[in-house]
């Protein structure tokens, strides 16, 4: 389980991906992680509904929500995009398939 509270999250109303709302300190951050990132890195379909990406993102909420705090350790007033490159995409599916589920490299 995760210790970075997850405060909300939504699909915007243009369909892309999710954004959502984390506790950063003693402030609220917003991440956006698009539809591209979750097809791209998390291996969601194509033209998957709004429903699907919601429910992807919960899927892999612990990973999305560790990356998100890593990108910006301290909550401003912006939404912070997620990008495929925050994902290591090249090694991060061999640290994330270890046995447990034990992510290496974000201790």
Not at 31 to 49: I, Q
Request: with cysteine; glycine share 6%; net charge positive.
């Amino acid at each position: 389980m995760s210790s970075i509270p997850l405060i909300w999250a939504a699909v915007p109303h243009n369909s892309d991906g999710v954004v959502f709302q984390i506790r950063l300190g003693r402030g609220l951050q917003r991440f956006h992680v698009s539809r591209r990132v979750l097809e791209d890195v998390f291996e969601l379909e194509r033209k998957a509904s709004d429903a699907r990406q919601l429910e992807f993102f919960y899927v892999h909420e612990q990973r999305i929500v560790a990356r998100a705090s890593a990108k910006r350790a301290t909550a401003c007033s912006a939404t912070v995009s997620l990008l495929t490159a925050d994902f290591g995409v090249s090694n991060d599916r061999e640290r994330w398939a270890t046995p447990g589920g034990v992510a290496h490299g974000l201790i």
